[in-house]
């Protein structure tokens, strides 16, 4: 499957036209988060490449991984409903949904800015070097799978 290419302008306009589509009382259509949790699960993935807030992973749960959940992760298959996630994905609580729309909306621009050749060969938190096309699968199916969720 072809994801929406969030290094270029386009793609990412599109993504971003989704997440205006969200109000803070949209329903979700599977899965237990509400909206504004689902956007700062969303933030967790960008906040691994941007804020370093997270630990990175070490020796054999890095090995593990890699070898379990980088092709799921970077692979062309759109993910299932209700697969379970990263703990440090897991997001509890109430949360601002205008916070979190922006911070989003943010870290794609900033993604699209940067753009695929910044990507290409850089480190990923918990997969080692990926190429420019792995970082945008990685980072347009995520966004695509939780933007369905809600019906956008």
Do not use: C
Not at 70 to 76: F, L, R, S
Not at 110 to 125: D, M, P, R, V, W
């Amino acid at each position: 499957m072809s994801w929406t290419n969030l290094f270029n302008t386009t793609g990412a306009q599109e993504a971003i036209s989704r997440i205006h589509a969200l109000n803070r009382d949209t329903p979700q259509l599977w899965g237990k988060m509400n909206v504004a949790q689902m956007l700062a699960h969303l933030n967790a993935a960008y906040e691994l490449v941007y804020d370093n807030k997270h630990p990175k992973p070490k020796g054999f749960q890095k090995f593990m991984i890699k070898l379990f959940a980088k092709n799921v992760v970077v692979g062309p298959k759109p993910y299932k409903k209700n697969t379970r996630t990263a703990p440090m994905f897991m997001i509890e609580g109430d949360r601002d949904f205008e916070t979190e729309k922006n911070r989003l909306i943010e870290y794609i621009n900033k993604t699209q800015q940067l753009g695929g050749a910044h990507f290409n060969g850089k480190e990923s938190h918990a997969f080692g070097p990926l190429a420019e096309g792995e970082w945008n699968t990685l980072f347009s199916k995520h966004l695509d799978h939780h933007l369905q969720q809600f019906g956008v």
